[in-house]
């Protein structure tokens, strides 16, 4: 069955970089595109990026360019999202989501936490 | 661009839940709907404006009219408790959500 598992939690200084990972399983990786998704406490979905698993090409949503990089590395049907220079705005839930065959996004990563404090 | 939903729905159980979603893109884009629960992640419940995935009760089902979607829910029940979400595809985006409805059961 498909899964994407996400890497746990993390507690951040603000300027820091983090990496959350998102390992896929249960399908053929470069099958899908990879989309994140951001969800701040409190507030709605919002969505990040896109990254073509098999060309490597990356679509950024307007807000979401020059501080985030999403990657892949297929050896291990892993989507990558780094998010550099962290300020406290960025605490949030970060989640991965696979694009299906009609542009929905059919699975969903578990979520990682990301909490920016001094 | 925008998708706009009522910030909530209030609804007995048994009745029907209905939320809508408008944007001027979706007469030309499929709509998805996704259910999240607190602490948990998104799941979709509705893909290509009506098609409910596998695993998904029959309760719910999409329908798309003009420049708006609509999410039913028949026969709530008070797992359907949640925050609902519609998405679709936008030229500049790409994709978007809509700001997500809050269904009460009471």
């Known amino acids: 069955q498909v899964q994407l598992v996400q890497s746990g939690s993390e507690l951040k200084k603000p300027g820091a970089s983090v990496k959350v990972s998102c390992k896929a399983s249960g399908y053929t990786f470069t099958s899908n595109a990879m989309n994140w998704v951001r969800q701040a406490p409190g507030q709605g979905l919002e969505w990040m990026g896109w990254?073509?698993?098999?060309?490597?090409?990356?679509v950024y949503a307007q807000g979401f360019t020059g501080q985030f990089v999403i990657s892949v590395d297929t050896s291990v049907n892993t989507a990558f999202l780094q998010i550099y220079s962290l300020k406290t705005e960025d605490t949030a839930v970060y989640y991965c989501?696979?694009?299906?065959?009609?542009?929905?996004?059919?699975?969903w990563g578990q979520g990682t936490l990301v909490t920016v404090s001094s | 661009y925008e998708l706009t939903q009522p910030p909530s729905v209030s609804v007995s159980p048994g009745q029907t839940a209905t939320i809508t979603c408008s944007g001027e893109a979706l007469p030309k884009q499929y709509a998805s709907w996704y259910q999240q629960k607190p602490g948990q992640a998104p799941v979709l419940v509705i893909y290509?404006?009506?098609e409910r995935p596998s695993g998904i009760p029959e309760r719910f089902s999409g329908s798309s009219s003009g420049t708006t979607v609509t999410l039913t829910i028949s026969g709530v029940q008070a797992v359907d408790e949640a925050d609902y979400y519609c998405q679709t595809r936008d030229s500049s985006a790409p994709w978007v959500f809509g700001g997500g409805t809050k269904v009460t059961v009471l």
């Open positions: 290509k404006d009506t």
């Open positions: 990254i073509n698993t098999k060309a490597g090409d990356t």
């Open positions: 989501a696979r694009e299906g065959l009609f542009e929905e996004f059919d699975y």
